[in-house]
């Protein structure tokens, strides 16, 4: 089993800055994608930011500019920089991998429990 743990969610006036961090950890051979998501109050859960095993990165276009995803494939962490805060990042914000657990095993899907992030404007 593979649990991910997130930190770093918080209140911030608009215009801030916050740094989401997020750690896999248990039966980990290696981990792929990784990445965030969020989910405003009545809204879907959509996509903010991922990053392949090799760096490749994605960003949703509402954040892109603003936010930066970064990740450590030897401790297997992910992180989200964001700035320039706005009202509509509040969300609870997910992190998400794929990991493989074993050498030939098949990916699975992992989700942390989620952190609330709030922007004041």
């Known amino acids: 089993q593979v649990q991910l743990v997130e930190s770093g969610g918080g209140l911030v006036q608009a215009g801030g800055s916050l740094n989401l961090s997020c750690a896999a950890s248990g039966r980990i051979f290696t981990t792929n994608l990784m990445g965030w998501y969020r989910q405003r109050t009545g809204k879907q859960r959509e996509m903010v930011a991922s990053?392949?095993?090799?760096?490749?990165?994605n960003y949703a276009d509402s954040v892109n500019g603003r936010f930066t995803i970064s990740r450590d494939n030897n401790k297997h962490t992910v992180n989200l920089e964001m700035s320039s805060l706005e009202p509509e990042d509040t969300a609870v914000y997910y992190c998400?991998?794929?990991?493989?657990?074993?050498?030939?095993?098949?990916?699975?899907?992992?989700w942390g429990q989620g952190t609330q992030v709030t922007v004041s404007s």
């Open positions: 998400h991998a794929v990991v493989y657990g074993a050498v030939g095993a098949p990916p699975s899907d992992y």
């Open positions: 990053i392949t095993y090799g760096g490749h990165t």
